[in-house]
T-cell receptor, first 110, second 117 residues
Framework: QQPVQSPQAVILREGEDAVINCSSS?????VHWYRQKHGEAPVFLMI?????EQKGHEKISASFNEKKQQSSLYLTASQLSYSGTYFC???????????FGTGTSLTVIP | NAGVTQTPKFRVLKTGQSMTLLCAQD?????MYWYRQDPGMGLRLIHY???????AKGEVPDGYNVSRLKKQNFLLGLESAAPSQTSVYFC????????????????FGPGTRLTVL
């Protein structure tokens, strides 16, 4: 039930773009994206619902492909502050259990 | 609003000891969750609750018990701690109902770092 994230790790230079994918073998109701800095709690970025549209916030956006049961997180013109581990959390039905991916470590270097 | 708080922040136990972790939220959220996070494993759900007085098992419930006697509190108990329970424990809460301008997602507490010797 745990979604699969790829890549496991990525290193970027400031200003470069990155894509993180989250795939499920089950039909999803929603996908939630979080970022976690070392030693801190995960922080919510955005949620995508079945039948919903692509979401975006400044230079971070995400999409949800229902046919493939895959969500992608897009980080454009990366900044140093984008460094951290990105998790997708998936929900099969509303109010059900959450399943988190194992995370993607993103490091942005000057 | 304090959001989600967890007590204690750190704890060291000896094998066989018991303890209770307290999670409190002041956002009137319906749902609450307990996760453990281990290196390379992501977040794994231990138990969750969709309302006061109700609890359900998650992916890794063995060795843990929970109670939600009050809506704002969710307690996680370890009856007989084992070294395999060394981990960082996160509590999260979620509105559970649609509210304007409030994302129906999970909001995490700061975590409790538990070491079992």
């Amino acid at each position: 039930q745990q979604p699969v994230q790829s890549p496991q790790a990525v290193i970027l230079r400031e200003g470069e773009d990155a894509v993180i994918n989250c795939s499920s073998s089950k039909a999803l109701y929603s996908v939630h994206w979080y970022r976690q800095k070392h030693g801190e709690a995960p922080v919510f970025l955005m949620i995508l619902l079945k039948g919903g549209e692509q979401k975006g916030h400044e230079k971070i956006s995400a999409s949800f492909n229902e046919k493939k049961q895959q969500s992608s997180l897009y980080l454009t013109a990366s900044q140093l502050s984008y460094s951290g581990t990105y998790f997708c959390g998936t929900e099969l039905n509303t109010g059900n259990q959450f399943y988190f991916g194992t995370g993607t470590s993103l490091t942005v270097i000057p | 609003n304090a959001g989600v708080t967890q007590t204690p922040k750190f704890r060291v136990l000896k094998t066989g000891q018991s303890m209770t972790l307290l999670c409190a939220q002041d956002m009137n959220h319906e749902y609450m969750y307990w996760y453990r996070q281990d290196p390379g494993m992501g977040l794994r759900l231990i138990h969750y609750s969709v309302g006061e007085g109700t609890t359900a098992k998650g992916e890794v419930p063995d060795g843990y018990n929970v109670s939600r006697l009050k809506k704002q509190n969710f307690l996680l108990g370890l009856e007989s701690a084992a070294p395999s329970q060394t981990s960082v424990y996160f509590c999260a809460s979620r509105p559970g109902v649609l509210r304007p301008q409030v994302a129906d997602t999970q909001y995490f507490g700061p975590g409790t770092r538990l070491t079992v010797l």
